[in-house]
């Protein structure tokens, strides 16, 4: 099992940056594939970033490409969400998520597919 807790977030102008991190306690961090996820009021969580186990393997959703980067430092066993040029549609609670890693599967999108969640830090854009 992994502990994973996010922070990074706050407030911030339209076109700033936020680094968001998460860190895991727990089970072998590098035995875990990554992924952000984030939720808007009255919407359903959707996903952000996903990476494997190594962080040479990366997916983006379409609305934050070329805009977030995520990366991991498995020596420090925590996962980074970088954000640039945000946006007011960014605004939403951004969760942090593991689950174990698929050799045949190495990034997951969905959101089933995590069996482990942070308590999530809120993100604020304003315009």
């Known amino acids: 099992q992994v502990q994973l807790v996010e922070s990074g977030g706050g407030l911030v102008q339209a076109g700033g940056s936020l680094r968001l991190s998460c860190a895991a306690s727990?089970?072998?961090?590098?035995?875990?594939?990554m992924g952000w996820f984030r939720q808007a009021p009255g919407k359903e969580r959707e996903f952000v970033a996903a990476?494997?186990?190594?962080?040479?393997?990366?997916y983006y959703a379409d609305s934050v490409k070329g805009r977030f980067t995520i990366s991991r430092d498995n020596a420090k066993n925590t996962v980074y969400l970088q954000m640039n040029s945000l946006k007011p549609e960014d605004a939403a609670v951004y969760y942090c998520a593991a689950d174990s890693i698929d050799t045949i599967v190495p990034v997951t999108t969905q959101i089933n597919e995590y069996d482990y969640w942070g308590q999530g830090t809120q993100v604020t854009v304003s315009s």
């Open positions: 727990g089970r072998t961090f590098t035995r875990y594939r």
């Open positions: 990476c494997n186990w190594s962080g040479s393997r990366t």
